[in-house]
């Protein structure tokens, strides 16, 4: 059985669109929103199993790997995000660089040696990594408005990611994946696909509801936005916390998104000017993860919010 298990964000789908388009495989997808993380946990692997995982923490999944490798599955695993001690078995192959200006979809381009470069610059935009996809950018030959239409596409692809639940995306991650596969390339399918102009129209109304948001809490090296507990909301969070973050790069922002228990789905972007700390801070919290430069809480209990607060401007007022 083989298993292709990504985030179900821009970064995960257009690293795992290069792997299949250089190496196709008909195997069993396993994804979800982007904060759902512990994939493996979704398979019950098997001797002669081989397992692909891009795009989530090795840490968060430690124990379904230990589970598949002691199974006699094989794993090829790429990511960025902190992967705790990483083990060591012959059944694993891990390619993993916590590098704030790396992102999954660049580690599979190293991999492929630029296979499909298109894929992993339409992807480092949807990471909000532009200095990395203009860099990597440099061996495609496209035009500045062909460009751009990669950065678009990234982020419309990144924002259908950010949701607590399926029903609240356009598409499931999966789906979008198979139709996204089944295009020449990410220019054509901006070009002709109706699936596009969904994501792209529905982008664009949603950011439209969040221009006129207030920091609840703003200095001049960190903010604090709260979004209400809505759908447009929830699917934001993340691709505004990117846009926000490009608007100040001196500045550390957090976006709590109210959720339907009380409680609060975190995002935190570190400065674009010192991309550091995100990690560390998210982790002193229960459901706290993800990478120096961007990171996010899935659960952050309501009377938590005020420690929360108060960690993350200290981590960024120094």
């Not at 339409?122 to 751009?148: Q, V």
């Not at 990669?150 to 995306?169: F, V, W």
């Not at 975190?266 to 674009?272: D, G, Q």
């Amino acid at each position: 059985m083989d298993y292709d298990i990504f985030n179900g964000d821009a970064d995960g789908i257009c690293a795992l669109l290069q792997l299949r388009k250089a190496e196709p495989r008909d195997a069993t997808l396993v994804t979800g929103v982007k904060r759902d993380i512990n994939l493996l946990d979704k398979i019950e692997p098997a001797a002669g199993d081989r397992i692909t995982v891009l795009d989530v923490s090795m840490d968060k999944n430690r124990t379904a790997l230990d589970g598949a490798l002691g199974a006699g599955a094989s794993v090829f695993y790429v990511d960025h995000h902190f992967p705790g001690e990483i083990p060591e078995h012959a059944n694993l192959t891990s390619i993993i660089n916590e590098a704030p200006d790396v992102c999954t979809a660049a580690l599979v381009n190293g991999h492929l040696r630029g296979a499909h470069l298109d894929w992993a610059v339409t992807g480092a935009f949807g990471d909000n990594l532009k200095n990395t996809a203009h860099k990597l950018a440099e061996g495609l030959s496209i035009s500045a408005a062909d460009l751009a239409l990669l950065e678009r596409l990234g982020t419309c692809i990144n924002y259908n990611g950010y949701g607590p639940a399926i029903e609240d995306l356009h598409f499931d991650p999966a789906d979008l994946y198979r139709t996204l596969y089944s295009a020449a390339g990410p220019l054509e399918f901006v070009a002709a696909s109706p699936d596009y102009r969904k994501l792209s129209e529905g982008y664009d109304s949603d950011m439209g509801q969040a221009e006129s948001l207030q920091p609840e809490h703003a200095t001049e090296r960190v903010a604090v936005f709260i979004l209400p507990d809505e759908a447009w909301a929830r699917r934001v969070s993340g691709v505004y916390s990117n846009d926000l973050a490009t608007g100040n790069p001196g500045r550390a922002h957090a976006v709590l998104t109210i959720k339907d228990n009380g409680n609060y789905l975190v995002s935190v972007r570190a400065p674009l000017n010192n991309k550091q700390g995100a990690a560390e801070l998210c982790m002193q919290f229960p459901t706290g993860g993800g990478r120096a430069a961007a990171a996010g809480i899935n659960d952050l209990p309501a009377s938590e919010m005020e420690n929360f607060v108060a960690a993350f401007s200290a981590a960024y007022s120094g």
